[in-house]
Structures are given as C-alpha cells and as structure tokens.
C-alpha cells in the first residue's frame, strides 16, 4: 500500500527557533499533499494543501508567514514553522494520495515541543 | 463550518465484545473514510466508502456508508486488546480533494 514518511518524528527547541518537517511519498508521485494540527484529544484540523510546482492553499485562520510549505518535487513537502513560540507545540502531521479522488494516506506525525 | 460529529465519544468494552460507532453529518458527502489512529501515531485507513448503502467489511471490521448520504457507521466485532486507540471518520469536501475529520470515538478494551 501507500506509504507516507515523515521526519523529524519528534523536535524539542528554545522559542524563537525555526523548525522544518519533511513529508515523503516513498512509493508514489503526490501532486498534492496535505498538513494537518492536531491537538491532545482533538480531531486533525487540516491546515493547508500543498501543491507541487506551485504555492500552498491555506486554511482560514492559518498564518502563511509563520507555517511555510514547499512542495519542490512530486514526492517531498515540507513545513517549516518560522520563529516558533510555545503557543505552536502541537503535533503536526502529513498527508498524500495516489489521485485526488483517492484517500490520504498519513505519515506518523511529528510531535512539536517548543520550550 | 461543516461538522461531523461522532458517537460515542468514548468507550470501554469487554474483550471479544463486538462494538459499534457511528459518524452523522448535517450535509450530503460522497466519500467516507474510517482511520484508526494510535497514540502518537498517524491515523491509517480502514476502510472507504463511495456509494450510498454501500457495506464494506475488511478483516473484522464492517462499515456502512448511509442511504441518506449523512452518516456512516463502523463496528468491529470480536474485539481484541491491539483495538484500543480512535477511530475517525472523514468526508470528502465536494468539489474539492480536501477532507475533513470527524469528532473521534476513544476506544478502549479491557482484558
């Protein structure tokens, strides 16, 4: 099946620091893929949608300056979290599909800790 | 915004009782979709849906995607302890390739 890498799996940093996730599609071509948040004992709230070749489509209420993404191939995206602050700890993960109309398939997460 | 509310929210079962959970929206979706998700872990598809009435099963694990268009139940039966974590739904924006997440049903198992 379908198989979505992320890394790193884990990140502890001082405020103020810039964090970067990457997002793999290791055996497929993903022309889109997606971020979501998702907070203790919460749903996953997408963030934005990352398009190859083009700039990302954020959610409402997502600030584009703090959540940079770059999808610079057909199998990488990644996030970088600019100047994080404690208010952005949470954990971050990363979707893919074959095909628009198919169903992500989600990376194992990345979990934030900004001290 | 659109909602999709789960039920129940949380559940304790008996080992090897069958368990059922259901996800209604206010809208019409064409595509549902069940994860699991373990903890500190991304969530992994169960098992899709893309036809209203369609019945679905893979391994233990049955879902229905409603007539109406509006809901969609899971049940697993026979649990067994490696069940324990959340179970989504999730819906396919129409018109778009987005999706969104449902509230999650906490499941947890005793020996």
């Known amino acids: 099946g379908a198989v979505v890498s992320q890394h790193p799996s884990w990140v502890i940093c001082k405020s103020g620091t810039s964090v970067k996730i990457e997002c793999r599609s290791l055996d497929f071509q993903a022309t889109t893929m997606f971020w979501y948040r998702q907070f203790p004992k919460q749903s996953l709230m997408l963030m934005a949608t990352?398009?190859?070749?083009?700039?990302?489509?954020?959610e409402q209420g997502v600030e584009k300056d703090k959540f940079l993404i770059n999808h610079a191939s057909l199998t990488l995206s990644t996030l970088t979290v600019t100047s994080a602050h404690p208010e952005d700890s949470s954990f971050y993960i990363c979707?893919?599909?074959?095909?628009?109309?198919?169903?992500?398939?989600f990376g194992d997460g990345t979990r934030l800790s900004i001290l | 915004g659109q909602q999709l509310n789960q039920s129940p929210q949380s559940m304790f079962i008996q080992e090897g009782e069958d368990v059922s959970m259901n996800c209604t929206s206010s809208s019409i979706f064409n595509t549902w979709l069940w994860y699991k998700q373990d903890p500190g872990e991304g969530p992994v598809l169960l098992i899709a849906l893309y036809k209203a009435g369609e019945l679905t099963s893979n391994g233990r694990l049955t879902a229905q995607f409603g007539t109406t268009r509006k809901d969609s139940f899971l049940n697993i039966s026979a649990s067994i302890p490696s069940d324990v974590g959340i179970y989504f739904c999730?819906?396919?924006?129409?018109?778009?390739?987005?999706?969104?997440f449902g509230t999650g049903t906490r499941l947890k198992v005793l020996a």
């Open positions: 990352s398009n190859e070749g083009s700039k990302a489509t954020y």
């Open positions: 999730a819906v396919r924006l129409s018109g778009t390739y987005k999706y969104i």
């Open positions: 979707s893919a599909s074959r095909s628009r109309y198919q169903p992500q398939h």
